[in-house]
């Protein structure tokens, strides 16, 4: 496997406390979280990956072996339900330009969710395939630029060469298809060496609390975040 795929432990996910309502200033229908070229991520859909993937690390932190890291025992609700809402359209867009490429990278993509499975022996094997979708869709995406990347290059080409290339291929067909995401997330824009989540926030958070919440630079702040929200927007409450 090139790349291990991207786990939710080790991303820094803005904080979003989310409604139901349809977006403001979107051509988006209520209840859409994303539209991936015309393929929608519901809301619905969303809510059923961030409640196994809660529920899959609140039992991991439960199972904590003697030795290992401690993991984090709560979450802000928000990154939880933004790692669902990325990973669920960034796996779409990975398996449509898989398909409209004839790309095939099902064996390194088994290999990625298998070392997840073995992270997470702890968890309800049932809900840690519901919450899959929030542990795989950078790395899923990873794999396919690269090989589309390197493809599209000499034989020559070096792995680097390869996936920044197929960044440069996948932000063309995001432009080409869209990769639309419900402004109540972070947006997603393929871009060099990634896909970045920015806010297109009208207000401005003010205070160091706000901040935070807005995006949270590290567990540490993020654990500071989740010990001020009330329980029904906390992960492990």
């Known amino acids: 496997m090139r790349r291990p795929l991207v786990s939710l432990a080790a991303a820094v996910v803005p904080l979003v406390l989310l409604s139901g309502c349809g977006p403001d200033g979107t ?4 209840g859409t979280a ?46 939880v339900r933004s790692a669902a809402q990325r990973g669920l359209a960034l796996n ?11 790309i095939d990278v099902e064996d390194d993509l088994r290999a990625g969710i298998d070392t997840i499975r073995n992270a997470y022996q702890g968890a309800d094997p049932e809900q840690l395939e519901e919450a899959m979708p929030g542990f795989t869709g950078d790395g899923h995406l990873d794999l396919v630029l690269t090989e589309w990347g390197a493809r599209d290059l000499s ?26 995401s419900n402004p109540l ?3 997603l824009v393929i871009g060099e060496g990634g896909v970045a989540g920015g806010r297109e926030d009208l207000s401005v958070p003010v205070s160091d609390w706000a901040r935070m919440a807005a995006a949270p630079a590290s567990q ?6 989740t010990a001020g929200l009330p329980a029904n927007q906390r992960c492990g409450a």
């Not at 051509?27 to 209520?30: A, E, G, T, Y």
């Not at 619905?44 to 984090?72: F, H, K, R, W, Y």
């Not at 779409?92 to 004839?102: K, R, S, V």
């Not at 440069?168 to 869209?178: F, I, N, Q, R, T």
Request: charged share 25%; aromatic share 4%.
């Open 155 to 180: 034989p020559g080409a070096s792995e680097e060469e390869a996936r920044a290339r197929g960044y440069e291929l996948g932000a063309e067909w995001a432009e080409d298809h869209g990769l639309e």
């Open 34 to 79: 994303a539209v991936v070229d015309e393929e929608v991520v519901s809301m619905g859909e969303v809510e059923d990956v961030t409640e196994s993937l809660c529920s899959v690390l609140v039992a991991q932190a439960q199972n904590t072996q003697p030795g290992q890291p401690a993991a984090p025992a709560e979450y802000p609700m928000g990154i």
């Open 185 to 187: 997330f972070d947006s």
């Open 220 to 225: 540490a702040e993020a654990a500071e975040v």
């Open 92 to 102: 779409i867009a990975a398996d449509q330009i898989a398909a409209e490429q004839g």
């Open 27 to 30: 051509d988006l229908r209520p």
